[in-house]
Every structure is written in structure tokens, then in C-alpha cells.
């Protein structure tokens, strides 16, 4: 079942702190987050396919592996459970619901607003990409190594052109409707039997975080 938008973010926001804390933190806050997109019944082939560009991102740090092992090592688990864990809260909950949250957590209008319009102007890109990405495809862009590098930068020169331009319209559609840097607010949060197994991996991965924060030293 999906969970409360809170509780989403609360076993997000622990596994960051687990990741931050140290290697071995990291890797408790990769298999947090796993089991929670497990409990939560997330489809894996979706989540598969955002989380395979960002894995391989964070594999051509491997290639300064072995200039300095221990440093690069630890900043690139580091950073790939960070990231995985908000890949993962994204895939559990709706974005809009996460920035309700936290504006119940008192986050300013001005931050709510740069938050709104961030993520309305990241599902335009998104859509953007996969129209620019499927005309390449289907014009053969993609089909020969050769016309790899050149497909690659006419999608990026699009997606960059484009990005541009929709941020300013995504702001000025927004204040002509009247947005003040306040969405609709969630219902009032309580404990429930059924997000049972998300409270428990909220409670593990705090625990790690705590006793890894206390005993690491880089």
C-alpha cells in the first residue's frame, strides 16, 4: 500500500541521514529505501528505469577508483543512496504531496513556491525528453554507434532550449492563476496499523543513523 506522504518522506529524509553518515550507513539507507519501495508495491520497471541512468552516472566516478579508493569509494555510495532515496520517495508519492508536507512542516511560501514551480517545470522537461528521445528513435538516431554522439547533442541543445523557456512560462501560468506560494494541505496525519512496516524501517534506519554518526570518522 502506499504510504502517507510524511511517512514517505520521513523514511527518506532517515535514509539520507544514514547515508551521510557513513559508508556502511549508506548501504543500510540503499536497502531501507529498497524494502520500502518493496513494501509500498512500487513497480519495479518503472522504478528500474529511472534509477539506471543515475546508477550509471555514478559508475564513471569509478574510473578515478583507483586514484584515491577510500575517498572516492565513500563519496560515490554516499551519493548514489542519497539519490536513490529521493528516486525512491518519488516513485511512492505524488511531488505535489511532498511539498505539502512540508509546508506543514512550516516551510515559507517563497520556498513552496520554488518547489512548485521546480516540479512542474521537471514534468514538462521529462515530457520533453521522451517526445525529443522517441522522434530521434524512430529516425534511426539511435541505431548505429556512429550517430550516437551527434543524436545525444541534438537531445540535449533540445532539452536545454526548451528548459530554458518553460521555466519562465511554468512562473507566469502560475501567478496569472493567482499562486501565492500555498498548496492544498494534507489531511491531518495519524498513526495507522497498516503503515506498520514503514514505521519499522523508519525506527532501523534512525537507529543506524544515529549509531553511525556517533562512531564514524572519515
Do not use: C
Not at 55 to 80: R, Y
Not at 102 to 123: C, K, N, S
Not at 160 to 169: E, P, Q, T, V
Amino acid at each position: 500500500m502506499k504510504p502517507d506522504a510524511r511517512t514517505a518522506l520521513l523514511v527518506s529524509l532517515l535514509g539520507v541521514a544514514a547515508a551521510l553518515a557513513s559508508p556502511r550507513g549508506a548501504l543500510v539507507a540503499l536497502g531501507a529505501v529498497f524494502l520500502e519501495a518493496l513494501v509500498a508495491r512500487v513497480a519495479w520497471r518503472a522504478l528500474a528505469l529511472r534509477l539506471v541512468p543515475l546508477a550509471s552516472g555514478f559508475a564513471l566516478l569509478l574510473v578515478l577508483l583507483p586514484l584515491a579508493p577510500g575517498p572516492v569509494l565513500d563519496v560515490s555510495l554516499k551519493g548514489l543512496a542519497v539519490a536513490v532515496a529521493g528516486v525512491v520517495l518519488g516513485a511512492i508519492v505524488s511531488w505535489i504531496d511532498v511539498v505539502a508536507a512540508l509546508q506543514g512542516l512550516g516551510m515559507p511560501p517563497a520556498a513552496v513556491a520554488f518547489l512548485v514551480i521546480l516540479g512542474r517545470h521537471a514534468e514538462g522537461v521529462a515530457a520533453e525528453a521522451r517526445q525529443a528521445h522517441l522522434a530521434l528513435a524512430t529516425r534511426g538516431g539511435f541505431d548505429r554507434l556512429s550517430s550516437l554522439g551527434r543524436s545525444s547533442a541534438i537531445l540535449v541543445a533540445r532539452l536545454l532550449d526548451r528548459a530554458l523557456h518553460r521555466a519562465d512560462h511554468v512562473a507566469w501560468a502560475l501567478e496569472l492563476r493567482g499562486f501565492q506560494g500555498r498548496v492544498a494541505g494534507l489531511p491531518r496525519w495519524r498513526l495507522r496499523l497498516s503503515e506498520a512496516p514503514f514505521y519499522a524501517i523508519a525506527l532501523g534506519t534512525a537507529a543506524v543513523a544515529i549509531r553511525e554518526a556517533g562512531r564514524w570518522r572519515p
